[in-house]
């Protein structure tokens, strides 16, 4: 027995519905993956630069504890958990172009 177009379009349909919460989350799931393995590589690539540009003892002081709390196309906010060095970075916090 053949099923017609109308049939097919609605087992179509059913399938899209019972399959696409899944897919949409697996998606999900696999793009905040992406994301953190990209924050991850940026800050060690920007800390290996930074190492290389002033001595261990500051580095140590200023930048051991920096962190990428998240990012975008446009942007990226640090984090840390040390008091002294959150206030010295809002301080001189950087906007695109400067």
Do not use: C
Not at 26 to 35: D, G, I, P, V
Not at 48 to 71: G, T
């Amino acid at each position: 027995m053949t099923e017609n177009n109308e049939e097919r379009r609605k087992r179509v349909e059913e399938q899209f519905k019972k399959h696409f919460p899944r897919i949409l989350e697996k998606a999900r799931q696999n793009e905040e993956r992406l994301k953190t393995e990209y924050q991850r590589s940026l800050l060690t690539r920007l800390l290996e630069d930074i190492r290389n540009k002033i001595s261990e003892p500051s580095f140590d002081a200023w930048f051991s504890e920096l962190s990428i709390e998240d990012s975008d196309d446009n942007s990226v906010i640090f984090g840390t958990n040390l008091t002294l060095v959150l206030e010295w970075l809002k301080r001189r916090r950087m906007t695109k172009g400067e």
